[in-house]
């Protein structure tokens, strides 16, 4: 950081001599360089400033140890908003008003002091601008509070400082606990399926588009495709290596961003945000909340944005990223939005990333569906109802009806399901089953992937509850040897009274709207030409009764 000269290099005589004032210091230099050298030695008493220190107001002395305890600087905008701004004043009106009398803010006291500075100083993300303290002049302030504020209005990832933000939940806010969530391998499952298949995806539990984004950071889906092999390895490992692999991926991803997917809130345009140094700020907080206690989420939402506000907005702005709210269109900008911007990230990475990779547990009152409370698992434990129902994995067995409907346990292998599914027509998938039903049309779909009748008989066979009904074997195996040999079809029927007019209709220019002869006075009538039809027959000198419309 810039030394004291440095600091007050290009201010005008008249605040020096402000400075020099509240200092109980003299100048006798007769131009600016002389005054700023003059100044300059003083200040720097090893004895005055403790003295200068102590004289200060309590909101500024507190600024002063923030300052301090972040290691002399704090991003602008964080700092004003938290201490106050500073007037803009040229020297004219600063002298004529005497506002440096008569201070607004603790940050406008800290800057007449000379205890203040304001500069722009280069970081990987780009240039910021900070308060800072003179960092000659810093060493000589006396350390005040002794906890070490993290290092995170310098942009770095926060590390574990063993004290954790906000406080153990209250009986009523953990009254009502939720079910673990372990359906993330489900419904990747179901997706990967329906993408092979080129299946528009179904409704899951966990929203489509997040999903896709678990299994893109894992290289599962790439550009939107599976791949083979990742797929593969993916589907027949145990339930908890893959949810491992999947929070793996997650926690080092640069384009997983939990921003865009907060629920109600629509980011437009092309701005960007660093989703990943976010996330590693965010968990490293949560690494200093004790294991398996009740945590509440409002106490942590809220300490915070007392303490950290700017966490993922590097150089505190609040204007520049253009995020509406959905239900209204309304733009969020500003500090004032905080809570439903940021909050909003806070809550929707506990209660959505982290609780879908089996990382907490929550709960909420008795009386309300908003989470209120979380329980971060212990690394030994998170896993534990996964791994739990990876032992009833291998034993969940299916069930086949005559009729070819496949009812398949959650538990069932994925890898069985998912070849499963890529065989049949989905129906409503149900609490903890899903449920298929295959047709002339998902074998013939299942054909042009490369996969056999006899894969599925013995895939069926291999996880069913009992013996697969041999009527079905029987349909299968004559399907695969005849193809399609019956069909339910709704057609529209002409039935007309004498044979003769029927013939007088065929050679009349309707001929070509008629289909199959059923009949000597019936035949079928092409879809969506009835009307024609009827003209043709009016033509002839008939009226005909339609029967109903089209």
């Known amino acids: 950081m810039p030394n004291l000269i440095q600091s007050l290099q290009g201010r005008d005589l008249g605040y020096l001599r402000i400075v020099a004032r509240f200092w109980g210091l003299e100048l006798n230099a007769p131009d600016t360089d002389a005054a700023l050298m003059e100044l300059a030695g003083a200040m720097l008493n090893p004895t005055m400033v403790p003295e200068i220190v102590d004289s200060l107001p309590t909101n500024s002395r507190s600024a002063l140890m923030a300052l301090t305890e972040a290691g002399g600087k704090i991003p602008w905008a964080a700092f004003a908003r938290r201490f106050g701004d500073i007037r803009e004043a040229g020297p004219g009106r600063r002298d004529r008003e005497q506002i440096h009398l008569h201070p607004v803010s603790a940050t406008e006291t800290l800057f007449y002091r000379a205890f203040l500075a304001r500069a722009f100083f280069d970081l990987p993300s780009g240039a910021q601008e900070f308060a800072y303290i003179p960092e000659d002049l810093l060493k000589l302030i006396p350390a005040g509070v002794k906890h070490i504020i993290p290092k995170v209005y310098a942009s770095t990832p926060l590390k574990n400082t063993g004290e954790p933000l906000g406080r153990p939940a209250k009986t009523k806010e953990r009254e009502n606990p939720l079910p673990v969530c372990d359906r993330l391998p489900d419904d990747a499952t179901t997706l990967l399926a329906a993408l092979r298949m080129g299946f528009p995806p179904p409704e899951m539990r966990i929203p489509v588009r997040v999903v896709t984004e678990f299994l893109s950071t894992a290289k599962i889906i790439v550009d939107g495709k599976p791949q083979i092999d990742p797929v593969r390895l993916f589907l027949e490992a145990p339930r908890k290596e893959a949810l491992d692999q999947l929070v793996a991926a997650w926690l080092e991803s640069e384009t997983f961003n939990e921003l865009r997917q907060v629920p109600g809130l629509v980011c437009e345009d092309e701005w960007t945000n660093q989703p990943l140094v976010t996330r590693e700020f965010l968990v490293a907080l949560l690494e200093a909340i004790p294991e398996n206690i009740w945590w509440s989420l409002p106490a942590l939402i809220g300490d915070i944005k007392e303490k950290y506000p700017d966490f993922q907005r590097p150089v505190g702005d609040y ?199 059923l009949g000597p006075v019936t035949i079928v009538v092409k879809p969506g030409v009835q009307a024609k039809v009827l003209a043709a027959l009016a033509e002839l000198g008939l009226l005909a009764d339609a029967g109903g419309t089209e």
């Open 319 to 517: 204007d520049s990223w253009f995020i509406t709210r959905e239900s209204d269109g309304t733009y969020l900008r500003g500090f004032g939005v905080w809570d439903e911007v940021d909050g909003a990230l806070i809550r929707y990475l506990i209660t959505g990333p982290l609780y879908w990779l089996g990382q907490v547990e929550l709960a909420t009152t008795a009386d309300a569906e908003i989470v209120s409370a979380f329980r971060v698992a212990s690394k030994i434990e998170r896993h534990t109802s996964t791994l739990r129902h990876s032992i009833t994995n291998d034993i969940g067995k299916l069930h086949v009806s005559s009729q070819g409907k496949i009812v398949v346990p959650r538990f069932l292998p994925r890898s069985a399901r998912y070849q499963i599914a890529r065989c049949c027509e989905w129906e409503e998938e149900k609490e903890d089953e899903y449920r298929y039903r295959v047709t002339p049309g998902s074998l013939k779909n299942a054909g042009e992937q490369g996969l056999k009748v006899g894969q599925l008989l013995r895939l069926l066979a291999k996880n069913a509850a009992a013996e697969i009904p041999p009527a079905f074997v029987k349909a299968l195996k004559r399907w695969e040897a005849n193809g399609t040999e019956a069909r339910v079809e709704v057609q529209t029927v002409l039935r007309v009274s004498r044979p003769d007019v029927l013939d007088d209709l065929r050679n009349s220019k309707a001929g070509r709207f008629l289909g199959e002869t």
